[in-house]
């Protein structure tokens, strides 16, 4: 393909070359059905003219411009016209009535020095109120889709032109929500990972994408909107809401359409196996889905055999199940694709490195291990952020490790192993548990308390501190269930199951209602911050067995 210093002008590309092409079509939910509408190229492209033209009167090149927006044609519009007008784009979530979310909003606004907010009407009122309460008051809140007086808007012009390593957006990782960090992506780390998702994946102009991704997290911004556009095809696109509430909806999508590429976290795979039935799965033609990526958060080995073959009667090819690995410091994609993933293994292929080089290091000693053995994660090229926004000690120790005479690697924080090329993920340092000198990875036993009952929703699984850590566990049950069951003989047949499978005693259990274990926006359980409110005597039980020393550990209001 031709090569391009910045995304924006790929973009501008694409829409000169094919500008009625469909650029977007938006599912739309009414009565159960999944009502379409198109965007095309042309019309996507002045959208973003026009917008770009109107934040040039308020911000200037640089600065650093908030998108919160449900609408997926508006936050399309208001990301690229952020690029158009040389801004930062800082991709949010939209408020949501939730207090640590309206938190993290507030932080981001501060930690960025936003110039402005772009969002739409639907969310004018919640932005300027939470701007307002939170002492950013002065920020200036801008609609996408306002209609502009006739003569008011200023004339749309080219592209402001960026240098490669020029930040174009902040993608701000989860955590707490008082110290948000913004990953600074460059306009060369975009293009880059592009191509690598190109290659790693073998997508072209003939591909068609689609899914239910939030487009403000780093999988749905990256891999199901900027790549098609990149490429100058089609994504079709329903809501998290649609998806959530439905979730033959992404499965219909991708028959109905013919999507060749579509993806989402491991829990999106289980979910359709629990809630799509055999009537639903004899009305699907799966036969054009050559790439399903599972990503973004630990992937099960089960939960891919169960699907591959669950969905094969619909036409899904096994090898089309294609797991992946990536973060958003090194923009999206490390590895993935390259063939079928390994079922002999215990633990799942994420692919051979995308244009990128990854070594396997002890995070003791700094040194890289043999092939097969498991420690850290190490990424180095041209897809690797620039570092975290105002954040220099964090950037110099995160972005810049040393292997040897060698420097400017990211350490992951994840661990992991090379296997005849290709990299398996193992889990992540800082949530890993330590248990009588040996290492208990929590997805490990949040996996086994999840086949202990079918009344189980998500679990959380951390270590407290003492005189040894002690392992707890927070499980949800689906509405209603704890009314007629013993929670007390549920509770020890969780126990019992642990000890069997990990040798070790739980210090703690807890039975809470739906909602409360905190997860990401791309699914991945929220294991800090679940500890913190643990510990905080911030959960509302409807059963807890803890044993003496978590207790004295919870009466004397330990923090984290």
Not at 17 to 40: F, N
Request: proline fraction near 6%; charge should be positive.
């Amino acid at each position: 393909m031709t090569a391009y210093r910045t995304y924006i002008d790929a973009f501008h590309q694409r829409a000169a070359e094919a500008p009625g092409r469909d650029a977007l079509v938006l599912l739309t939910e009414r009565d159960g059905r999944l009502t379409p509408e198109s965007v095309s190229y042309a019309d996507l492209a002045a959208r973003v003219r026009t917008l770009a033209a109107r934040l040039r009167a308020h911000a200037a090149p640089g600065d650093r411009v908030l998108v919160l927006h449900s609408s997926r044609r508006q936050f399309a519009t208001a990301f690229l016209a952020c690029l158009h007008a040389g801004l930062v784009a800082v991709p949010v979530a939209p408020p949501g009535g939730r207090g640590h979310h309206d938190e993290r909003i507030a932080g981001i606004v501060k930690d960025a020095a936003a110039a402005c907010v772009l969002t739409e009407a639907a969310h004018a009122a919640d932005v300027s109120q939470l701007l307002a309460r939170t002492g950013f008051g002065e920020v200036t809140c801008l609609l996408t889709d306002a209609a502009a007086r006739p003569g008011t808007d200023p004339e749309p012009g080219p592209p402001v032109t960026a240098a490669p390593d020029d930040v174009a957006y902040l993608q701000y990782t989860s955590g707490s929500t008082r110290e948000p960090r913004g990953v600074m992506v460059t306009h060369r780390n975009l293009v880059a990972n592009q191509e690598a998702i190109r290659l790693a994946l073998g997508t072209g102009p003939a591909s068609r994408f689609g899914g239910w991704l939030p487009l403000h997290h780093d999988m749905g911004l990256v891999g199901q909107l900027l790549h098609p556009l990149w490429l100058g095809t089609t994504t079709v696109m329903l809501s998290p809401q649609a998806f959530v509430k439905k979730p033959f909806h992404w499965l219909d999508t991708v028959s109905r359409y013919g999507l060749t590429v579509s993806g989402a976290p491991d829990f999106a795979y289980d979910l359709c196996l629990r809630r799509v039935n055999d009537s639903q799965i004899a009305s699907l033609d799966l036969a054009h889905w050559r790439t399903a990526v599972n990503g973004g958060e630990p992937i099960s080995p089960a939960v891919l055999t169960a699907f591959a073959r669950r969905f094969a009667p619909a036409g899904l090819r096994p090898g089309a199940l294609t797991p992946a690995y990536g973060l958003a410091e090194a923009t999206l994609m490390v590895s993935g694709g390259g063939g079928p993933w390994d079922t002999a293994h215990p633990t799942v292929s994420c692919g051979a490195p995308a244009s990128a080089e990854v070594r396997v290091v002890d995070p003791r000693t700094g040194t890289e291990v043999p092939a097969g053995r498991t420690g850290e994660i190490w990424v180095r090229g041209d897809s690797v952020a620039k570092g975290y926004w105002r954040r220099p000690a964090e950037t110099a120790a995160s972005f810049d490790a040393r292997l040897g005479d060698r420097g400017g690697y990211l350490r992951t924080g994840d661990l992991g192993m090379l296997h005849e090329g290709r990299l398996h993920v193992t889990g992540r340092m800082k949530d890993m548990i330590v248990v009588a000198g040996r290492n208990l990875y929590p997805q490990d036993v949040e996996r086994t308390v999840q086949q202990v009952s079918g009344l189980f929703g998500p679990a959380t699984v951390f270590a407290v501190p003492g005189a040894r850590e002690r392992v707890v566990v927070v499980q949800e049950l689906r509405a209603r269930s704890h009314y007629d069951i013993d929670l007390a003989s549920l509770a020890a047949s969780v126990e019992a199951r642990i000890g069997e499978e990990h040798e070790v005693r739980t210090g703690g259990l807890i039975f809470v209602r739906p909602g409360t274990v905190r997860r990401t926006t791309s699914g991945k359980v929220e294991r800090a911050a679940m500890r913190r409110m643990f510990l905080r005597g911030e959960l509302s039980p409807l059963h807890q067995r803890v044993d003496g020393e978590v207790e004295r550990l919870l009466m004397a209001g330990s923090g984290s």
